[in-house]
């Protein structure tokens, strides 16, 4: 039931999203611009306009729009002319194959990262790490991209430059994007155990005479995942954010490029649903969180 | 009654850091535990109570604080300086402890069983089984019921009282030679507080365990004790019998804390006003060099100021006031309080 | 491996007072927060200054002396910072895209802060059905990358930096609106908050004198963390296309205009990547240090 | 499904009990508090929880009245509901005459100046960014909108040094000062807007065995000099019996006992006062002995046992006491207890 | 057998999703469409040294008679195959461009163009009949141009616009075999190519649009070829080592101004403007000097008949400007410079370049970036001047001319108007040199825009590869343009 509720909400907040986005959309932009080279006629361009339904009051575009969406026809984009859902799922995979990844070594690293440097309290490496996510927070995501571009393929032609293909490939981008919103999982762990370990109940595990490792990775780490759990299904939001902007650097032919794409021509139907999936998917996101911490914290469970 | 000592605690000393400053909390405290024994420590929130349990089982976060000096003498090895290997092998298994707030201490996310097994299965090397049996029959023990149900429930599923019980079954799942328990009853209903005490000293009785008994209610005290160990701003202030505490006592504090309480059966027609120990509780990070009672004390002189008072023994009493002969005959017995 | 929260070291013989007394360091030094302070200090003097102190014109082209390196790689004392692709001055350019940039991210994270505080406020305060609308659009807006959001938003609204900062700003708010409200539902079992009641204080009065000044210190850390993401925003709009435009120049446009340079004239990249670095660490370690000063627990 | 049996079982009694010296200040009729819970699923029944069921009694003007009873027995649910912290499901209030549980909130407004509350944890009770000045001027802000500054700074000095808070020490937080002196703090920031009728929920529970005596007295002090009535709220026993001069005994959200206080030191007669007084640690290590020891654990508030909720516990309960639902009844001068059995 | 020829990788901007060459008319996608389809007259550039002229030659089309004014027979080459097998066959070209001609059809912008065609009849299998609407000069310079490439009508059919575009089939030198929108496009030789069989194997072109990342993967042998090499990262190519860069030149990027805004309305201050702008240093240090100043709106490759190399360069002379700015009724109002962010090549760099000039005679200029200048209005209050490029193919005055400037921010265009319509429908020669001069003329004397500069386009080759670029953004990787030394 508590589903059904969240499944309702999330719906309602996708609707409120695509309402939004549709008389954005509609009020500010014209594609037409960008379907035809700047050499064209403005005759042509009214044409064109009438063409793809763009001439008739938003209200009567909305309705429209909202009787396809309920035959399941989430319209087509402008450009290459095809349904837009197809479109999308020709590039989720290549998203999800540069997300997932990077989503587990970002978690790897920010996990080991942030428990190393709580045990540590106040070593030189907490210090470091402290200072590193700051600063890794503060490099732009494009920035990073290029210059790893530049050392690992130019330099030291270690990698290739971009695009999809041999596992060499994933290198790049996995790692820019990880590195990222590792930094703030780091940070974030390292707050939690710092927290956790001045608990009673660390202490108490530990007058019990249970090897450190114990006490740490059983008692401690299973009570300061639980926050950094929430704030992991925020982090793939933005790791999904990021991942726009590194399939531009890596030429990743991913569903980011195509949200961007869209924004940049005002290709609507492809723009809302883009728009729609990213929503969905940290909806999504954000709904296996809660399930993993009420599997996580009995103390959930019987709310 | 031949007793052999089984804990000697000598001269500890535990400063705590926070903000820049230094907080005594245990300062130059000596003492000792019999086999069998009850010894209880009394003493006002922050006079260093939990502190010396901690120091005692070498539990002070690195982060917050150090046990700066002293000795913990168990079973001739100290304490304070064996391996951490061996000192595992001793923590729960030899000396258990009871935290102050069992909601606190017990894993939120752990259930009851795992956290009884995990003792057994660490220092007894059950098997998973073994140990699950063990734990079940341990909150039978305690008086859990249906103890085979609530080894997989998670603590907040608990009343207060039973995770307390909880506590005690986890401590005394490998029949420890030393009970320390912090403050086990103070938040706990008065009728499940009797449970407890009642518990306790059944299973002490069964045992033969010491205990090492903290608590700040006198009341307690004078239903448990065989030694009172009196702490005020960090030091015991006053050791003795539990019948020379309760009826000759020699500090001045002790004496305060006596008379503060009100007795269920006084204070009825004309006045109901209880005698107060004046004054708060001193900041264990200003304290003067002097006594660290003289601002509250009604006897303070001068000299009070100047040095803090060494700690004088007779029979076996021994109590931190310079003028305690002074005082004592002043006042004469202390009305009985019934 | 030896564990932090385990045992205090061993004693080694007797222990001299001296050393013991002395507290171990802990925290960040003070010098960290000086530092810091300065920093930004510094960049905001020579943010509000540049107008005054920048050696040339930030448009000033000099289509012959193009991407000169910086002085100490050889260039002239004329551009301590070299000369971009027009040829104008990196130095001065820098200046004035540490004013823009600043001024994006105060007034941006000033917006968020002011609009997430209100909206957090009235929606734990009132509960019920504005609690629901409110928390739905709070909502709403998490589920959209705030990348997302921003490029769709200004691609559509323009590039005008006061349109950035308010996209920007209400792009953000909704994390502050959530954190405030989690605070203020946390503190409504607190206490002194039923006092107020119980002295008759009005629903409006509690939420102003008596809550919102509990929820300074959370706001106040997430800020100082928004400041540097709004920064990177800033840069990624930039990069991606949409971010401040010519003649307006902010750190990420510089950014933006480096990386097809950053083979033959990587240092026209470093420069602002340096600058948003030092503003972003120094914004961190502030807020650090705001949050401890602002709680009265922490004040001798 | 016996959730509401109680309920229905429940006589009113219309009748208030014992009004003890005089005009009642306060009366409490069949006062009810549900409180809703949080349902898992919307297909079981709205579950609530009778913290407080069906409980009646009256205070005489400067009369301090103490509450006892275990945790979650519904002490400070009975304390915040006669407050209107928390709106009462059924039942009256009546404070000097006027049913506060008709009033709309801005009625409520000028009563709240009369009725004060001092709550149990004085850590939580000081707002921690405000100084102390500050808190204890807060009412008066509120009620006394009229004061000059220079007035309401003289006031909040009168205040602070009647509570024994040196008035040099208003512009401080509350953290730097002491559970007592917090307590005391809270109880002048109670008293600033001069009010009749105190609820003093667990006042010295959170405090140090030396520092409660200086509020006990405190509490004697200003009922003397201001006629201030006081509901004395704790699980301490010997507190509550020391300070009151009437003790209600609470048990599972029902009173089962009001006594005077000499006979509920002496002469309990419901078997939980007796057990609860029994329970209580010897003052003296001479004086240890057997007890009567409760068993079991306190049932659910959601589903009380029928008819007498204390059965479950009792000694001397028998079959009946399931069935029927035990009234207050009188047993001597101002004695009343709630029990088939005695 | 084994096929030794090589693979071939291009490094391109962006790699989009759609290939009907109806529709695939960006910049962008013309390197591609072109290696797959081709038209019923093909360009032959190889006659001009520098690739910046063509002739029109046979293509699909054998052979082509004018039968009167308005009618032209085609005789297709017989034995040309579809890449999936299909004879080439006179059905298929009527298709071709009733497809485009239908006027519900999508293909707005390729009907503009070929508006001019009235009819296709299909005369037998191998012979179309073209008629027009009015006698057309320029009918066979339309038939080559991109939008006019040859789709096969059964396959189209069957798959429908969209799924075309997804999967083109035409009779060009590659053969599609796979296609990653933003990443990559995979071709295969066409074996039965009509012009012979490809040099290369397979043509890949992958999507890199970091200009950083496009060098990389050059330096790094990853693609073989790459093109868009910003101006000022030519030398970093050159000093890989392995990479030579290429150039040729391409269309004229102008400035365009709103003459129906009040300020710009007095032909004075454009003038003046026009006269501000030093082009020669914007070539020198913007285009490393490999841009041209051209004559006026003309290009060489029109033809000794309509092309008059007489016409000067657009002179710079900042103190005429100066004075002419005086003399007129500009008042120091804003003059806004709109640009895409991105769109051109040094677009931005050369807005501020412009208006720093401008500056410079003391108008109040400044840049506007907007990625929506296409959109702009007439009656945008905004709108100034903004900067925009011509066609360079179909070379003709007709298309250069009349496509660029009888659009709606000149004013007055009437008289301009006029004469383009008539050249539009002359086919004499002389008559048509008149005409153009005669409106370049006006163009010169209204100035409603300018000139700047004619711009090159940079690619990066590997060493060990011939292959030279056209002047359009083709990239023709036919058998006679593309060999691999070693
Ligand atoms: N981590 C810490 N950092 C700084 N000071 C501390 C820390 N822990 C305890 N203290 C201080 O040490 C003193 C002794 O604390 P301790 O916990 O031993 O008191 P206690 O007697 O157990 O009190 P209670 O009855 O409240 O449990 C107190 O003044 C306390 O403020
Ligand atoms: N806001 C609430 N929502 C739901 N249940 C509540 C709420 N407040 C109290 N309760 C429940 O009501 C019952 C009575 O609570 P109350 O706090 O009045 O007890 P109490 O006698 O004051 O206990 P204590 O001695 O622990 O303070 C308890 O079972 C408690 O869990
Ligand atoms: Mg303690
Ligand atoms: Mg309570």
Redesign the interface.
């Known amino acids: 039931m508590f589903f059904i509720s969240r499944a309702l909400r999330s719906a309602l907040t996708l609707w409120a999203i695509l309402t939004i986005v549709f008389f954005a959309t509609r009020l500010t932009g014209d594609p037409t611009g960008f379907l035809m080279p700047p050499e064209m006629p403005e005759a042509q361009r009214i044409e064109l306009r009438a063409k793809l339904g763009l001439n008739d009051d938003i209200a009567t575009q909305y309705l429209r729009y909202g009787e396809a969406l309920l035959r399941g026809d989430f319209g087509q984009s402008f450009f290459s002319k095809r349904p837009v859902v197809e479109l999308f799922m020709e590039r989720v995979p290549n998203t999800l194959l540069l997300t997932v990844p990077a989503f587990v070594l970002s978690v790897a690293i920010g996990l080991c990262g942030g428990l190393w440097a709580a045990l540590r309290h106040n070593s030189l490496f907490d210090r470091s790490l402290t200072t590193a996510t700051v600063v890794m927070q503060a490099i732009p995501n494009f920035v990073v991209g290029i210059a790893t571009i530049l050392i690992f393929s130019l330099s030291l032609r270690l990698l290739p430059s971009g695009g999809m293909g041999t596992w060499k490939h994933f290198i790049l981008p996995v790692i820019t994007l990880a590195l990222a919103t590792c930094a703030n999982t780091a940070h974030l762990v390292r707050t939690c155990m710092l927290e956790v370990l001045a608990q009673d109940y660390m202490r108490y595990a530990r007058s019990k005479g249970l090897s450190p490792a114990v006490v740490v990775l059983k008692h401690g780490l299973r009570n300061a995942i639980l926050p950094v759990l929430t704030i992991m299904g925020l982090q793939f939001g933005g790791l999904v954010a990021g991942a726009v902007v590194t399939e531009s650097v890596f030429a990743w032919p991913g569903a980011g490029r195509l949200v961007i794409d869209a924004v940049m021509k005002r290709d609507f139907a492809l723009l809302q649903f883009g728009i729609l999936v990213f929503s969905a998917a940290i909806i999504f996101a954000n709904l296996l969180v809660d399930v993993a911490y009420g599997l996580l914290d009995p103390r959930i469970r019987e709310r | 009654m031949k007793q052999s000592e089984l804990l000697r605690v000598e001269n500890l000393r535990t400063y705590f850091y926070s903000q820049g400053r230094t907080v005594r909390a245990v300062e130059d405290v000596s003492f000792s535990v019999q086999q069998g024994s009850t010894v209880c420590l009394v003493g006002e929130s922050g006079s260093g109570k939990s502190a010396t349990a901690f120091s005692i089982l070498n539990l002070i976060p690195k982060s917050m604080g150090r046990v700066v000096a002293g000795k913990v003498l168990y079973g001739g090895e100290d304490l304070l300086r064996i391996s951490q290997r061996r000192q595992r092998t001793i923590l729960g298994n030899e000396i258990a402890m009871i935290f102050q707030e069992p909601a606190a201490a017990l894993n939120p996310v752990c259930t009851v069983g795992e956290q009884i097994a995990e003792v057994l299965r660490t220092h007894k090397q059950c098997s998973a089984r073994e140990a699950r049996r063990q734990a079940k029959a341990m909150l039978d023990r305690v008086g859990i019921p249906d103890a085979q149900r609530r080894l997989d429930d998670y603590p907040h599923q608990l009343s207060g009282g039973m995770r307390q019980r909880a506590m005690i079954a986890i401590a005394l799942s490998c029949r420890p030679k030393l009970l320390i328990a912090d403050e086990p009853t103070t938040a706990l209903d008065a009728t499940v507080q009797s449970q407890i005490l009642g518990l306790l000293h059944e299973l002490q009785a069964d045992t033969g365990m010491a205990l090492l008994f903290i608590t700040h209610d006198l009341s307690v005290v004078a239903e448990i004790a065989d030694r009172v160990l009196v702490m005020y701003a960090g030091r015991i202030v006053e050791e003795g019998d539990v019948m020379q505490i309760f009826d000759d006592p020699w500090m001045p504090y002790t004496r305060g804390l006596l008379k503060a309480r009100p007795g269920l059966h006084s204070g009825d027609g004309s006045s109901r006003r209880l005698s107060a120990v004046p004054g708060d509780p001193p900041d264990l990070a200003n304290l003067s060099i002097g006594c660290s009672f003289r601002p509250r004390c009604c006897h303070a002189a001068a000299d009070c100021a100047y040095r803090p008072p060494d700690l004088e023994t007779v029979r076996g009493h021994s109590v931190r006031c310079m003028h305690w002969r002074q005082i004592v005959e002043a006042a004469g017995e202390p009305e009985a309080v019934l | 491996m030896s564990i932090d929260i385990r045992v205090s070291e061993p004693i080694v013989g007797e222990t001299e007072d001296k050393l013991v007394l002395a507290p171990p360091r802990r925290g960040r030094p003070p010098a960290a927060r000086i530092i810091s302070l300065s920093i930004l200090f510094l960049m905001i003097l020579l943010a509000l200054a540049a107008p005054a102190i920048t050696p040339h014109d930030i448009s000033e082209q000099s289509l012959l002396s193009r991407l000169q390196p910086p002085v100490f790689a050889g260039g002239t004392d004329d551009h301590p910072l070299g000369t971009d692709h027009l040829g104008r001055d990196v130095f001065s350019r820098l200046l004035f895209a540490t004013r823009t940039t600043l001024f994006i991210a105060f007034a941006g994270v000033f917006i968020g802060v002011v609009a997430g505080t209100l909206g957090g406020l009235i929606s734990g305060t009132l509960g019920g059905w504005a609690d629901q609308c409110l928390s739905a659009v709070v909502d709403a807006q998490a589920a959209v990358p705030t990348t997302l959001v921003a490029l769709t938003a200004v691609a559509l609204a323009g590039t005008h930096p006061l349109v950035l900062v308010l996209i920007i700003g209400f792009s953000d708010y909704y994390r502050y609106a959530r954190i405030v409200r989690g605070q203020v539902v946390a503190l409504q079992g607190r206490s002194f908050i039923e006092a107020a009641r119980c002295s008759g204080a009005s629903p409006w009065r509690i939420a102003m004198r008596h809550v919102l000044p509990n929820t300074f210190s959370p706001v106040v850390v997430l800020a100082s963390l928004s400041f540097a993401e709004i920064v990177v925003l800033e840069s990624s709009l930039s990069f991606l296309g949409v971010g401040v435009q010519p003649p307006n120049v902010s750190l990420g446009s510089l950014l933006g205009e480096a990386r097809n340079y950053l083979i033959s004239t990587p240092w026209l990249a470093i420069f602002p990547c340096v600058v948003i670095v030092m503003i972003t660490v120094a914004a961190a370690t502030i807020g650090d240090w705001l949050r401890a000063s602002l709680d009265p627990r922490s004040r001798t | 499904m016996n959730a509401n049996i109680s309920d229905i079982e429940t006589p009113e009694t219309g009748a208030v009990p014992i009004t003890y010296g005089g005009k009642p200040l306060l009366e409490v009729d069949s006062l009810r508090v549900h409180l809703p819970l949080?349902n898992?699923?919307?297909?079981r029944l709205k579950r609530s929880i009778k913290a407080v069921d069906g409980i009646s009694f009256c205070i005489a003007p400067g009369e301090i009245v103490g509450v006892v009873g275990?945790?979650g027995s519904g002490k400070t649910t009975l304390g915040?509901s006669l407050?209107r912290?928390v709106t009462p499901s059924s039942g009256r209030i009546r404070f000097k005459g006027t049913d506060l549980t008709a009033l709309s909130s801005k009625e409520?407004?000028s009563f709240?100046?009369q009725?004060?509350?001092v709550?149990?944890?004085p850590y939580?009770?000081?707002?921690?960014?405000?100084t102390v000045a500050e808190?204890v001027g807060?009412?008066l802000s509120?009620?006394k909108a009229h004061l000059t500054t220079q007035a309401r700074q003289v006031r909040i000095a009168e205040l602070l040094s009647q509570v024994g808070i040196s008035p040099a020490h208003g512009s401080r937080?509350p953290?730097a000062f002491?559970?007592?002196?917090r307590q005391r703090i809270?109880i002048a920031?109670a008293l600033?807007?001069e009010p009749d009728f105190v609820v003093a929920d667990e006042p010295v529970s959170a405090l140090?065995?030396?520092?409660?005596?200086?509020i006990?007295?405190l509490l004697?002090d200003l009922k003397e000099r201001h006629a201030l009535t006081i509901l004395f709220i704790s699980?301490?026993?010997?507190?509550v019996?020391?300070?009151a001069d009437r003790v209600i005994v609470m048990y599972l959200g029902k009173v089962v006992e009001i006594a005077p206080?000499?006979i509920f030191?002496?002469a309990p007669a419901h078997p939980y006062t007796e057990?609860?007084?029994?329970?209580?640690?010897?003052?003296?290590?001479?004086?240890?002995r057997a007890?009567v020891?409760?068993k079991?654990?306190?049932p659910s508030a959601v589903t009380p046992p029928s008819g007498c909720v204390f059965r479950t516990r009792c000694s001397i309960a028998s079959a009946e006491c399931a069935k029927v639902t035990p009234d207050l009844r009188q047993v001597g001068a101002g004695h009343w207890i709630a029990c088939i059995k005695r | 057998q084994e096929d030794t020829r090589p693979p071939l990788t291009v490094g391109v901007n962006t790699v989009r999703a759609n290939f009907d060459p109806g529709l695939a008319l960006g910049n962008v996608d013309l390197p591609i469409t072109y290696n797959m389809f081709d038209t019923l007259v093909a360009r032959d550039f190889s006659k001009s040294k520098d690739r910046t002229s063509y002739e029109l030659v046979p293509g699909l089309a054998e052979s082509w008679k004018q039968i009167d004014d308005r009618t032209m027979e085609f005789s297709l080459r017989p034995d040309v195959h579809f890449h999936n097998g299909q004879p080439l066959t006179s059905a298929d070209v009527k298709f071709t461009f009733d497809r485009i001609l239908d006027p519900a059809s999508d293909y707005v912008e390729a009907r503009n163009l070929l508006k001019v065609i009235e009819r296709i009849d299909a005369v037998d299998d191998l012979t179309v009949r073209i008629t027009t609407k009015a006698p057309s000069p320029i009918l066979l310079q339309l038939l080559a141009y991109h939008t006019s490439e040859i789709v096969p009508k059964a396959y189209f059919e069957s798959v429908g616009e969209s799924g075309f575009g997804q999967k083109p089939v035409g009779t060009g030198p590659f053969d599609f075999v796979k296609l990653q929108p933003d990443e990559s496009i995979d071709l295969k030789a066409n074996d039965s190519y009509f012009r012979g069989r490809p040099t290369i194997s397979r043509l890949t072109f992958r999507s890199i649009p970091e200009v950083s990342a496009r060098i990389t993967a050059l330096a790094n042998g990853e693609v073989d070829i790459v093109n868009s090499i910003p101006p000022d990262q030519l030398k970093a190519v050159e000093s890989l080592g392995c990479c030579k860069v290429r150039s040729v030149l391409m269309n004229h990027h102008f400035i365009q101004y709103n003459t129906y805004n009040p300020v710009m309305a007095d032909v004075k201050l454009r003038q003046a403007l026009n006269l501000a702008i030093n082009r020669q240093l914007l070539v020198d240090a913007l285009w490393d000097g490999k841009a041209t100043l051209p004559h006026s709106a003309q290009y060489e490759a029109w033809g000794p008949e309509l092309y008059d190399p007489n016409r000067p360069t657009p002179p710079f002379d900042p103190d005429r400007a100066r004075q002419l700015l005086k003399e007129s009724s500009y008042k120091g109002q804003p003059i806004f410079y709109v640009t895409h962010p991105v769109y051109y090549t040094n677009g931005v760099a050369v807005a501020e370049a412009v208006v720093q000039m401008w500056k410079a005679i003391g108008v109040n200029a400044s840049v506007r970036v907007d990625e929506g200048w296409t959109q702009l209005t007439k009656d945008n209050p905004v709108l100034t001047a903004r900067n925009s490029s011509d066609w360079v193919v179909p070379t003709d005055p007709a298309v250069t001319l009349y496509m660029t400037w009888s659009k709606d921010l000149w004013k007055d265009e009437a008289h301009f108007d006029e004469l383009a319509e008539e050249g539009e429908t002359t086919l004499d020669r002389r008559r048509r040199h008149d005409i153009y001069q005669k409106m370049i003329d006006l163009f010169e004397e209204e100035a409603p825009g300018t000139y700047l500069y004619r711009a090159p386009e940079f690619y990066g080759v590997r060493s060990g590869i011939q292959w030279l670029p056209n002047t359009e953004y083709t990239m023709d990787f036919r058998p006679d343009n593309i060999h691999f030394t070693k």
């Open positions: 949080r898992i699923s919307p297909f275990e945790s915040r407050l912290l409520m407004y709240r100046r009725m004060q509350m709550f149990q944890d939580s009770s000081l707002n921690p960014r405000m808190i807060d009412p509120i009620h937080h953290h002491s559970g007592g002196q809270a920031r600033a807007t140090d065995v030396s520092v409660q005596a200086q006990v007295n004697l699980h301490d026993l010997r507190v019996s020391h300070i206080a000499e030191r002496n057990a609860l007084v029994s329970a209580l640690p010897v003052p003296h290590p001479s004086l240890r007890r020891v409760l079991g654990e306190v």
